[in-house]
């Protein structure tokens, strides 16, 4: 690397933002030999933490002061057109190309991105599991741009502190600001490494837990600032560049799996840019710099910024109009989004930075309102034409009126399952009372025959409103990801002296309102025990590249509880997920046999302990938006159909395989009712089936419930047949 005396621009450090956009694009591309090309970001912020320290510390230097004003004006200048135009064109092609059903939650991201707290926006968002299967916002990305400019916000703030007037001529400036970098520094780090622990999703978003990254940056600048005419010998600065940028590198395609990040393995991609930096001023024709001078990858560096900004809302925008790309045209897609970068490179962030009309910090600010309420009109014309869910009209009501009329109906009191198994060939008394979800095909002979209409006339839960179509149950039992307290949710008929416990993750809780009803009619209690993403097993499983310890601790307490309270009946329902185990996560084929062992040894202490152990079968997985499939194909309902082999896994998943080696477990399963034929539909009866890519309708779950407790009743369920 090469430093040019008399300016303080170096083209390695372009080469090294470049280096970082790349590793990024790729990253969100889906290349798999980079699955952790998020460390450019990381890069990013070592470098912005070197720049902006050596631009402060320069000031002070020479003048003796540091203008805050004339600062932020040129951070604005800068950052503020090209992000904002970003946001507004955005926002422009979401309503041209994105279906309505994203237009609020984006539109949510535009004001958080307008206004630089993204980044907050997806804390919150990490430890809500089913904000996390919704599908990606185009400006999700802006997060690290929120952090960036947070910390713009806050650094000269802490510099002039770490500064008193006068310390320049005293030699102190680079001794002050060291001691108070470190000192933010290491409290960040700290910080990072045990919130990375705690609340793994919600650190990756923090402010704090990513400050050290910046403050490394910016150690590297007062060492440089330090130490004068004293420089490192040629081959040791070209050997720690090199090591700088091999370290870089190999973090983006490796880092210890069993450590959140960031944490103190960010310390990894971070220290390395930050020795890269270093390096490069000495190391002279020996070192990388000639390789990151190369002027394709400075013209890269020097549009990085747009091209971050541009890469994303391309991606996602082309795959919510045309579908999921593969990796080759994922990479092609994010490869010609450097024509829009720079485009916005050229005609507007270099005209923000360099013309006159715009140098004073009076006018930057003038700048940076007129950006921000560009981002901001175009932002509240989504809002405004974003479709509004109105109240339940008359028609609808009446539906859902007559599937409760019906389900009162089949589900008697006493116990006497009123309707046919999905299996049994038993005459459903049910059968011509309501033709809406499950119970228009309550029938073998009517599943059968089944297949998806093209179109129907009314579908009773809009697609609109379906991702809310969940059971009310859930606001007093639902958990958040990182929580491992075990509510007390009671339904059915709590005064009961018998009770049945669902117990399982997002996929047994999508049953609650369902299994309430049979309880009830039964005259039983109904205890929840779910958690999301949280399968019942004495694993550890992997969540968000991790350990999910939460799940381990609340699998624990479970257990404990159903030991403790002997419910007669142990309903457990879910999907496989997979084990993180020996600090690397296991693939689906190395998990499935440890969750089998574990549900053979683990559901026989319920037995032993008077508890009647019931699986009820995973439901299929379209693993498709179908409300948005639904939403965009109303006149071809059958475009959004799925094959049974894309929705089912061929041995029915380890909860049925160990069901089958244990004599004592009752297996029971509805799906006939769900996927009745070849394809799988997703509206039946007029009920959309699914809310999003994996679970039921809370409605169409209900009008499964006579099936269900026909083959709850034919298990000796209710009845207490061992």
Not at 151 to 156: E, M, R
Not at 172 to 192: D, E, P
Not at 554 to 563: E, F, G, I, Q, Y
Request: aromatic content about 8%; overall charge neutral.
């Amino acid at each position: 690397m090469q430093q040019v005396h008399g300016s303080h621009f170096r083209p390695d450090i372009q080469g090294i933002r470049a280096l970082a956009v790349a590793l990024v694009l790729l990253w969100h591309a889906g290349v798999t030999w980079l699955p952790n090309g998020y460390v450019g970001v990381d890069a990013f912020f070592v470098v912005s933490g070197f720049l902006i320290t050596g631009i402060l510390l320069r000031e002070r230097q020479t003048t003796g002061r540091v203008s805050l004003s004339r600062f932020y004006a040129r951070r604005a200048r800068r950052l503020l057109p090209a992000a904002c135009v970003t946001i507004a064109v955005t926002v422009v092609a979401t309503m041209v190309l994105v279906p309505e059903l994203r237009w609020s939650t984006i539109s949510g991201d535009a004001w958080a991105s307008t206004f630089y707290v993204q980044n907050w926006r997806l804390a919150g968002r990490a430890v809500d599991y089913l904000a996390q299967e919704a599908a990606p916002s185009p400006f999700q990305h802006f997060w690290s741009l929120a952090v960036e400019e947070q910390f713009y916000l806050v650094w000269p703030a802490l510099f002039l502190l770490a500064t008193p007037p006068g310390s320049h001529r005293r030699g102190l400036l680079g001794r002050r600001v060291g001691i108070g970098v470190a000192l933010v520094g290491v409290a960040s780090l700290a910080w990072s490494i045990w919130f990375s622990r705690v609340s793994p999703g919600r650190a990756y978003f923090n402010t704090g837990a990513r400050g050290f990254e910046f403050a490394i940056g910016a150690i590297a600048a007062v060492y440089l600032q330090r130490r004068r005419r004293r420089t490192l010998p040629p081959g040791v600065a070209a050997a720690a560049a090199w090591a700088g940028l091999a370290g870089l590198l190999i973090t983006a395609a490796w880092l210890p799996a069993d450590a959140p990040f960031p944490g103190w393995v960010g310390v990894l991609p971070v220290a390395a840019t930050a020795v890269l930096i270093v390096g490069g001023v000495d190391a002279g024709s020996a070192g990388p710099g000639g390789l990151l001078s190369w002027r394709p990858l400075v013209r890269l560096g020097d549009i990085s910024y747009s091209v971050y900004l541009w890469h994303w809302p391309v991606l996602v925008i082309v795959e919510a109009r045309w579908g999921a790309l593969s990796v080759p045209w994922s990479v092609a897609v994010v490869a010609a989004s450097i024509l829009p970068a720079a485009l916005s490179y050229r005609f507007v962030e270099q005209p923000g930075q360099r013309l006159a009309a715009f140098a004073t910090p009076r006018r930057a600010v003038l700048l940076a309102a007129g950006s921000m309420t560009l981002a901001a009109v175009a932002t509240a014309a989504l809002v405004v034409t974003t479709p509004r869910l109105g109240e339940v009209d008359a028609a609808t009501q009446a539906d859902l009126d007559a599937i409760e009329a019906a389900l009162t109906s089949a589900l008697r009191p006493e116990g006497t399952p009123s309707a046919t198994s999905a299996t049994a060939g038993t005459d459903p008394v049910i059968d011509g009372l309501v033709d809406l979800g499950a119970l228009a095909i309550d029938e073998p002979a009517e599943q059968a025959s089944f297949t998806q209409p093209a179109t129907v006339d009314k579908i009773v839960n809009d697609p609109a409103s379906v991702r809310s179509d969940v059971p009310e149950q859930m606001s007093a039992c639902r958990q958040s990801v990182e929580s491992a307290t075990v509510p007390d949710c009671v339904f059915g008929d709590p005064s009961s002296t018998r009770e049945i416990a669902l117990v399982g993750d997002s996929k047994a809780a999508q049953w609650i309102t369902a299994v309430d009803h049979i309880a009830a009619a039964h005259g039983w209690r109904l205890r929840v025990l779910t958690k999301a993403a949280c399968p019942f097993s004495g694993l550890v499983h992997l969540y968000d590249a991790g350990s999910y310890d939460s799940c381990t601790e609340w699998n624990t307490s479970v257990l404990d509880l159903l030991l403790a309270t002997r419910p007669d009946v142990v309903l457990i329902s879910g999907a496989d997920r997979r084990v993180f185990q020996d600090g690397r996560a296991y693939s689906d084929a190395e998990t499935l046999p440890l969750l089998v062992a574990d549900h053979v040894a683990r559901w026989p202490l319920l037995t032993a302990n008077g508890s009647r152990v019931v699986v009820l079968a995973n439901t299929p997985t379209p693993r498709l938006e179908v409300p948005e499939c639904v939403s965009t194909h109303r006149d071809d309902l059958t475009a959004c159909t799925f094959p049974r082999s894309a929705g089912f896994l061929d041995d029915g998943g380890s909860m049925a395989l160990a069901a089958r080696q244990l004599p004592g477990v009752a297996y029971v399963d509805v799906n006939a009712a769900i996927c009745p034929g070849e394809p799988c539909p997703v509206v039946v009866g007029r009920v959309m089936v699914y809310r999003d890519p994996s679970h039921l309708t809370d409605t169409y779950a209900q009008t499964l419930a006579p099936l269900l407790d026909a083959e709850l009743s034919a298990a000796g369920v209710f009845d207490g047949t061992p």
